[in-house]
Structure formats: structure tokens, C-alpha cells
């Protein structure tokens, strides 16, 4: 992975190297059939950020220059200041991109127009602003959303004067199946120690085998540990205290570079109110780059059946948020309002919602994508057990991937 600090945006700051001389724009353009965007296919332009001449094969991570927020616009109803138009050139093997806004404050993107997509945010409706961003936005969403070369164009929204956006880019090739590098990271006091260490990684496997069917694997593992019995019990809004902490390598199995972090603790709180969460990814999708999108916590003690440790659950929860990690959104969210962009996956809708409690489970759900890994809740006694085809394109395009 590089990291590119100080990329000079175009349409703000300087005159860059990495701008694209080429010119000309037009081709095909798309119907928007099934409720996915579709546009115009178009060439990059004159003074577009040349990504192909800033990156190289790989991923590669971009610190954009701070960017001023110097427009007064509306979203989602409430007043906020809007960024001047950044402009991308995507170069033709690019697999996947991801633009962090800013991870450090709130902010999104107000606008997004991609070559053979059009415009996909819709700053006016949350609904259709959740199926897109999150509040990073990754492209390709799936087979019907794809990253199409050529030009791209995007605004950034926020409260503040600034921002200080990241882009995130992937070249080289797609693989029909893929493989990814994963650290397990103990915080001392989370549950897992000597006594039951064998049998949480004889679980192990039932991770595994929920990527298997769609073509992914764990191809190596490192093992860390953290010291820090403070962090055994967090709310989730501290979670970057796991990335930036010291952690111990393991002799036998070091810490890997380059890798999907999953951290566990002993209970990891909701600021808002829900309780302890089972898991929770730090980025929708995440990277190691960026602390506050660094990895995976996991709640030891939310998988607990009376005294007794559920490996299986913790590791279906894993295997959830890891999905969550590489950009994988739930397929119906849990009000039924909102869906992701992959087609193949069931949508439950809110009309499943018999018990009018404002929430479609996964009995309401049953046979409408409750049994999916990435349903937005589960039973320990029914677990979800499926993964589709476009899911799985979309986690052979996440930013570790590699292809076999």
C-alpha cells in the first residue's frame, strides 16, 4: 500500500503534475433500469486529477490537500457549505475507489458524477443518500454499480471551513476469486486467553467457510496483542484508540502489513443508546491508513450463552463486520426502508414489519434475506449462512483484495 500525502486537488489548489492533458468527453449513455444510476460514459477531461500518473499498481492512498468548504447548500434539509467540483481522471485498470470525505468530522458528498453512472447522491432524500455513502462512498457498489474509467466529478459538504478529504484507489485486476491478510488483536481482559484460545480458533473455520462460497480467503493470519486493559470496555465512538494502541506481535504468528485488523474486547457500547454491540467496522468500507477506519471490534461478552463463550457466533459476527469492512452494505436496512445497490440480494420491505415495532427482523425476514451473512440482525440459534454472487464481486473489489 502507498500513502500520497499532499495530493494538490485541481479545481482548488495548484496547478498539479498529476493533472490529465486529455480532453473530450461524450459516449454511450445509459438508461437508469431497476432503480440503479446509470449515465453517460465520459472521457476524462483537461485539468482532471490524472490518478493513473499519482498511483501505481495496487492500492494506493491519497491525503488530499485541505479543502475549503466556500458554497452555501442544503442537505438533507439543514444548512451546510459545500467544496468546489474535484475532478478525477479513473484510469481503465482501476478495480475499485473509495472517497473518505473526512474522517475526522462530519461531512459527505453532496454530489458524486461518475462516468457511466451520472449523478448518484441525492442529498435531498436520506434513504437514497444511505444506499450510496455511509458516509464514504465506494465504487463499485456491485455488478449493476461499477467503477467506470474516465472522468469523475465530486463535492464535499460539511459544517466546518474545511475538510481534509482521502482517496482511496485500487489497480491491477478483478479475480474470479481472491484472497485478503487478517490480524486477530486480543486486548488483555477481553475473554480470550489461554484457557479458551484453542476453541475460539477451532471456530475459526466456520468464517471460513462463509467466504469460501463466494470465492474469498483469509490467505494469512497475525496475532497481536494489546496491554491495555482500558481498552476492554469501550463505546464505539473511541474506537481508534485500538488502531493507534501499541500492540505485541506474536512470535509465531506476526502482525501483517496490509491487513484487515479485527480487535476484541470485552464489550463495546453504543453512544446511542442500543447497548452493547455484538461488532461493529470502523469504515464502511475501511482502510489501515486512517485510525478512525482501521478495523473491526468485536464483543466478546455479547456472544456469551449464560457463562459459556458462542465461538461460532463471535466469528459469524466477524465474518459480518469484515464484510462491512470491504464495503459490503446491509442488503435491507432495519427499518426496511433502505436497500443496498446489489440486485441479487432479497429485499425485505417494511410491510414485513407485522409487529409494528419499527423494525423488520429476521423471523419477519425469513425467506426474504434473513439467512444472508450481511442481514442486519441474527439469531445465535438460526445463523445466517449465504452470500450471493454480486456480494461476492463486490468483496473481490475491496481495496486488500488480491487476486488468485
Given at each position: 500500500?502507498?500513502?500520497v500525502v499532499?495530493?494538490?486537488v485541481?479545481a482548488?489548489a495548484?496547478a498539479?503534475?498529476?493533472?490529465?492533458?486529455g480532453g473530450?468527453g461524450?459516449?454511450?449513455?445509459?438508461?437508469?433500469?431497476g432503480?440503479?444510476?446509470s449515465?453517460?460514459v465520459?472521457?476524462?477531461?483537461?485539468g482532471?486529477?490524472d490518478?493513473?500518473a499519482a498511483?501505481?499498481?495496487g492500492?494506493?492512498?491519497?491525503?488530499?490537500?485541505p479543502?475549503?468548504?466556500l458554497h452555501?447548500?442544503?442537505?438533507?434539509g439543514?444548512n451546510a457549505?459545500?467544496?468546489d467540483?474535484i475532478?478525477l481522471?479513473?484510469?481503465a485498470?482501476?478495480v475499485?475507489?473509495v472517497l473518505?470525505?473526512?474522517?475526522?468530522q462530519?461531512?459527505l458528498?453532496?454530489?458524486?458524477?461518475g462516468?457511466?453512472?451520472g449523478?448518484i447522491?441525492?442529498a435531498?432524500?436520506l434513504?437514497?443518500?444511505?444506499?450510496?455513502?455511509a458516509?464514504d462512498?465506494m465504487?463499485?457498489k456491485?455488478p449493476?454499480?461499477q467503477?467506470?474509467?474516465?472522468?469523475h466529478?465530486?463535492?464535499i459538504?460539511?459544517?466546518s471551513?474545511?475538510v481534509?478529504?482521502?482517496?482511496?484507489?485500487?489497480r491491477?485486476?478483478?479475480g474470479a476469486s481472491?484472497?485478503?491478510?487478517?490480524?486477530l488483536?486480543l486486548?488483555d481482559g477481553?475473554?480470550?486467553d489461554?484457557s479458551?484460545?484453542q476453541?475460539f480458533?477451532?471456530?475459526?473455520?466456520?468464517?471460513?467457510?462463509?467466504?469460501a462460497?463466494?470465492?474469498i480467503?483469509?490467505s494469512?493470519?497475525g496475532?497481536?496483542f494489546?496491554h491495555?486493559?482500558s481498552?476492554?470496555?469501550?463505546?464505539?465512538s473511541e474506537?481508534?484508540?485500538l488502531s493507534?494502541?501499541?500492540?505485541e506481535s506474536?512470535?509465531?504468528?506476526?502482525?501483517?502489513p496490509?491487513?484487515i485488523?479485527f480487535?476484541?474486547?470485552r464489550?463495546?457500547?453504543s453512544?446511542d443508546?442500543a447497548?452493547?454491540?455484538?461488532?461493529?467496522?470502523?469504515?464502511i468500507?475501511g482502510?489501515?491508513a486512517?485510525a478512525?477506519?482501521?478495523?473491526?471490534?468485536l464483543?466478546?461478552d455479547?456472544?456469551?450463552n449464560?457463562?459459556?463463550?458462542?465461538?461460532?457466533?463471535?466469528?459469524?459476527?466477524?465474518?459480518?463486520?469484515?464484510?462491512?469492512?470491504h464495503?459490503?452494505?446491509?442488503?435491507t436496512?432495519?427499518?426496511g426502508?433502505v436497500?443496498?445497490l446489489?440486485?441479487?440480494?432479497?429485499?425485505?420491505?417494511?410491510?414485513r414489519?407485522?409487529?409494528?415495532d419499527?423494525y423488520?427482523?429476521?423471523?419477519e425476514?425469513a425467506?426474504?434475506?434473513?439467512d444472508?451473512?450481511?442481514?442486519?440482525?441474527?439469531?445465535?440459534?438460526?445463523?445466517?449462512?449465504?452470500?450471493t454472487p454480486?456480494?461476492?464481486?463486490?468483496?473481490?473489489?475491496?481495496?486488500?483484495?488480491?487476486?488468485?
Amino acid at each position: 500500500m502507498r500513502i500520497v500525502v499532499g495530493l494538490s486537488v485541481c479545481a482548488v489548489a495548484l496547478a498539479s503534475s498529476a493533472c490529465s492533458s486529455g480532453g473530450g468527453g461524450g459516449g454511450n449513455s445509459g438508461g437508469g433500469a431497476g432503480g440503479f444510476p446509470s449515465g453517460p460514459v465520459v472521457e476524462c477531461q483537461a485539468g482532471d486529477n490524472d490518478l493513473a500518473a499519482a498511483s501505481g499498481p495496487g492500492l494506493t492512498v491519497f491525503q488530499l490537500d485541505p479543502l475549503p468548504l466556500l458554497h452555501p447548500v442544503t442537505v438533507l434539509g439543514q444548512n451546510a457549505m459545500e467544496s468546489d467540483p474535484i475532478n478525477l481522471c479513473v484510469p481503465a485498470d482501476a478495480v475499485s475507489m473509495v472517497l473518505y470525505p473526512d474522517p475526522d468530522q462530519e461531512a459527505l458528498a453532496s454530489s458524486y458524477v461518475g462516468s457511466g453512472l451520472g449523478e448518484i447522491v441525492d442529498a435531498s432524500n436520506l434513504n437514497a443518500l444511505l444506499r450510496v455513502e455511509a458516509p464514504d462512498l465506494m465504487l463499485p457498489k456491485g455488478p449493476e454499480v461499477q467503477l467506470v474509467p474516465g472522468h469523475h466529478s465530486f463535492k464535499i459538504a460539511g459544517a466546518s471551513a474545511q475538510v481534509q478529504p482521502f482517496l482511496a484507489i485500487r489497480r491491477g485486476a478483478r479475480g474470479a476469486s481472491s484472497h485478503y491478510a487478517a490480524n486477530l488483536v486480543l486486548v488483555d481482559g477481553c475473554g480470550i486467553d489461554d484457557s479458551n484460545i484453542q476453541a475460539f480458533a477451532d471456530a475459526g473455520g466456520l468464517f471460513d467457510q462463509l467466504y469460501a462460497q463466494v470465492g474469498i480467503e483469509v490467505s494469512s493470519v497475525g496475532v497481536g496483542f494489546i496491554h491495555d486493559p482500558s481498552l476492554a470496555v469501550l463505546p464505539d465512538s473511541e474506537e481508534a484508540k485500538l488502531s493507534q494502541a501499541t500492540v505485541e506481535s506474536s512470535p509465531n504468528l506476526p502482525m501483517l502489513p496490509d491487513a484487515i485488523n479485527f480487535y476484541f474486547v470485552r464489550e463495546l457500547k453504543s453512544d446511542d443508546a442500543a447497548g452493547t454491540l455484538l461488532g461493529h467496522a470502523m469504515g464502511i468500507p475501511g482502510v489501515p491508513a486512517l485510525a478512525k477506519r482501521g478495523g473491526v471490534t468485536l464483543s466478546v461478552d455479547a456472544h456469551r450463552n449464560g457463562p459459556n463463550l458462542d465461538f461460532g457466533a463471535l466469528w459469524i459476527t466477524a465474518a459480518h463486520e469484515g464484510g462491512h469492512w470491504h464495503g459490503l452494505r446491509h442488503p435491507t436496512e432495519r427499518d426496511g426502508a433502505v436497500q443496498d445497490l446489489i440486485a441479487d440480494t432479497s429485499e425485505c420491505p417494511p410491510s414485513r414489519d407485522v409487529n409494528h415495532d419499527g423494525y423488520v427482523d429476521s423471523v419477519e425476514c425469513a425467506g426474504m434475506g434473513s439467512d444472508n451473512l450481511m442481514f442486519w440482525t441474527y439469531d445465535f440459534a438460526t445463523p445466517p449462512s449465504k452470500l450471493t454472487p454480486g456480494q461476492g464481486f463486490a468483496l473481490a473489489s475491496a481495496l486488500l483484495m488480491s487476486p488468485q
